[in-house]
């Protein structure tokens, strides 16, 4: 088993910005990849942005390149989410995430094997 927990939300103006750590516990090893979620009121949980745990590759929805930076510390088991230039529509509890060794589609959330409990982030205009 892997255990994540997520600090660093909280309320922030547009245009602002805040950065989101989650630590990693437990069986850590087995980790492929790590990556964030979004769930906004009224709306299905969405991807963000993932990691490779190993090389450190990165890929982000379409709707925060440029703005949002995914990154690990392997051995301190961090990882992170740098937000930019944050909008409204940012607003969501924002999850880590990390599975094992898998070749499908990343940006499902059913295709993950470990969460974290969320933390939110709301952004005011």
């Known amino acids: 088993q892997v255990q994540l927990v997520e600090s660093g939300g909280g309320l922030v103006q547009a245009g602002g910005s805040l950065r989101l750590s989650c630590a990693a516990s437990?069986?850590?090893?087995?980790?492929?990849?790590m990556g964030w979620f979004r769930r906004a009121p009224g709306k299905e949980r969405e991807f963000v942005a993932i990691?490779?745990?190993?090389?450190?590759?990165?890929g982000y929805t379409d709707s925060v390149k440029g703005r949002f930076t995914i990154s690990r510390d392997n051995a301190k088991n961090m990882l992170y989410l740098q937000m930019n230039s944050l909008k409204p529509d940012d607003t969501a509890v924002y999850y880590c995430?990390?599975?094992?060794?898998?070749?499908?589609?990343?940006?499902?959330?059913?295709?993950?094997?470990?969460w974290g409990q969320g933390t939110q982030v709301t952004v005011s205009s």
């Open positions: 995430a990390a599975v094992r060794p898998y070749s499908g589609d990343y940006s499902d959330d059913r295709n993950w094997d470990y």
């Open positions: 437990g069986r850590t090893f087995s980790i492929s990849r």
């Open positions: 990691i490779t745990w190993g090389e450190g590759t990165t």
